[in-house]
């Protein structure tokens, strides 16, 4: 599904940060938090105002007019030739992946192709094209990784979590059983089959708990309001976080609110 | 025989897929036999395919299934020939129906009154059973897991495993009443007990019935893929066998056999090879001691002509029918192959058979899904199920009446409501302005969110809107 071969760029001055929706409404945090890892890597983040949705609620609809309304008015935000990163794999593998086949012999044809391959889920530039060092300034914690589907069969990251947690000294990183398993988030899935995502996320958080972590982090808003909203609902003894939220925090020298 | 008629599918509505769905979320029996099962399954493919650079192989599988339907026109007529040469009787079936009226008249020419079943998904497809038993004609199945199904008179759940819903005990229970087996959990008894029954049913068959795997063009040979022996049985010891088969199944050479055969095992079952691999040229030859003395193909469209005229949906017709998009399925796994309500359940039937029965009947079957792409991951030949789902969503969906694509069904589920909510959604996110100034008093007015949504909530606590969107987090940092 996904490009056999990914080609990192150098290092470069200056990224693209695109925010995602989940994350301006719900996760304002975890944007921040992979603004200032960037920061902190040395390189300039641009933010482009007019951002809004990459289109994908559409699109997984069938409503394939108006998603590519929403994703033409994303297409001009990136004039110059800087990498774009995504602090999701669901929204980047929208981008990289579905954008060429969207605007398939449209105008913007060529445009949605090149912008397509400059998307990179904000993790795997980190430890690909960063090379980020970690050095874990947090409390002792048992910890598990949902990788999201669209991360981990969409742009191939599945390996990319559990190595950057794998930096932090003072992180116990456990593994859940089928970890590769979907959480049953799945879009407007969890609406229109409620009982199903609800029986997937339901033995989603069960292996998360008998794994024995305290905490989840995942790469996506979606899966995290799913697992977190249904312990949280359920009294289940995990919580959960974004990736990037737990990263910084760990790591930023204040303390963390978290650690 | 009437007690043993299997149900016919035309009694169940695919439409209702919901309250099935329910009941076999709310059945710990179900959800345990299926998860118990599809654990194995998952478990035993993944070591099979160790030291194979499995990638390679799948490539290589899906370019030989691309090669085959890219010529399918031509290598139906070279089949035809080849297997004409071979003594063997060509059929062809424009759909369900006139395929069972085939086998019919095979069987009413033969004066034939009895007919032995090896598994064939595609005489599911036909109903075939439940034609012949109206028309007088006995067909048992003798794959074990059909002959299960067929007691329990049922349709299968899975298209390898036919039976896989069911644990030991229920099985145990089933053949004691159906066929006075003593209770018993010992799983060699109870098969050398069905074996037994079985082997008679072989000896006095007037026709066998098969399915086919792979159909070869140049050299006019069916190869069929078995564990049992039956189906080996079914095709040499009745004087008459008829191979019904979909028109999808040709491939050009003998040697594209190879690799598909490969993925095809290690993909169902997790095995390298199965314990018999058949392949069948023709009927006996004067000098030759057993097989049949007529051989018959029904090559069978049922809709497959025209799904092949549509280039993305083409890919559909690559499937081998290993199954392990639906071992693989999270929610096949949850609801099981008979909420679906098709003759193929799981991944492969959300994008099958909607072209079968349209995409009103099969409205839920392409939303039934996380789109997770765990099916496309493992499919061996790479047909990209998520992306046919999304396909399949659009078809049903369109307003577009000026220039309906080639579904049937095509806008069945559109709803001027919803098309009203997407319509406003696309407005609002199309202009960035108005964009931020919504999400801007959502973030201020975050207190009147409703704390019920629907189906979310049923299960999870709402989504929180944050008090500050990022939008504003970072104008506020830059000034």
Known sequence: MVDPIKVYPAKPSKVY????????????????????????EGIEVIYPEDQTCCGQPAYTSGYHDEARAVAKAQLGLFPEDWPIVVPS?????????????????????????????????????????????????????????????????????????????????????????RAAECCGFGGTFAVRHPEISGAMVSEKVDTLVNAGAKE???????????????????????????????????????????? | MTETAQQSPHHIDVKEFHPRARAAIHNPQIRQNFRKAMDGLMSKRKSAFEGWDLETLRDLGANIRLRA????????????????????????????????KIVRDICLARNAKTVIKGKSMVSEEMELNHYLEEQGIEALESDLGEYIVQLAEETPSHIIMPAIHKNTEEISQLLHDKTGTDLSHDVEYLTASARLQLREKFMNADVGVSGVNFAVAETGTLCLVENEGNGRMTTTVPPCHIAVTGIEKVVPKLEDVTALLALLTRSATGQHITTYFNMISGPRKANELDGPEEVHVVLVDNGRSTIYQDDELLDTLRCIRCGACMNHCPVYTRVGG?????????????????????????????????????????????????????RLRQESVDGDKLHPAKVRGHGAKRSNMEAMIWKGWSWMHARPGIYRMGTRLGARFRKLQPGKLGGWTQYRTA???????????????SQ
């Open chain 2, 463 to 477: 989504p929180k809107l944050a008090a500050k969107t990022l939008h504003e987090r970072i104008k506020e940092r």
């Open chain 1, 89 to 177: 794999g669901s929204c980047g593998g929208m981008m990289r992946k579905h954008y060429p086949a969207l605007f398939k012999d449209t105008a913007e044809e060529v445009k949605a192709a090149e912008i397509a391959g400059r998307i990179w889920e904000l993790t795997d530039f980190l430890l690909q094209v960063c090379h980020i060092k970690l050095d874990d300034l947090g409390e002792p914690t048992t910890v598990a990784m949902h990788t999201s589907c669209t991360a981990r069969r969409e742009m191939g990251v599945a390996e990319v979590g559990p190595k950057l947690l794998g930096q932090l000294k003072n992180v116990n990183l456990v593994e859940q059983e």
């Open chain 1, 17 to 40: 940060f695109y925010g995602t929706c989940l994350v301006d409404m719900f996760y304002p945090d975890a944007g921040m938090a992979g603004i200032q890892l960037l920061e902190r």
């Open chain 2, 69 to 100: 339907l890219a010529h399918l026109p031509d290598l139906l007529e070279q089949l035809e020939q080849k297997l004409t040469e071979n003594g063997i009787t060509v059929h062809w079936a424009s759909d369900g129906d006139e395929a069972c």
């Open chain 1, 216 to 259: 989840f982090v995942t790469t996506d808003c979606g899966c995290l309001m799913n697992i977190d909203g249904y312990a949280e609902k359920n009294q289940k003894p995990v919580t959960g976080q974004h990736i990037l939220s737990f990263l910084w925090e760990r790591t930023n020298g204040d303390g963390g609110k978290r650690s």
């Open chain 2, 338 to 390: 008979h909420a679906y309500g098709t003759t193929y359940p799981g991944p492969i039937g959300k994008i099958l058979m909607p072209h079968m029965v349209g995409l009103d009947e099969g409205r839920h079957l392409p939303t039934a899904s996380s789109l997770c792409g765990a099916c496309g991951e493992v499919c061996p030949v790479k047909i990209p199920i998520p992306d046919l789902l999304v």
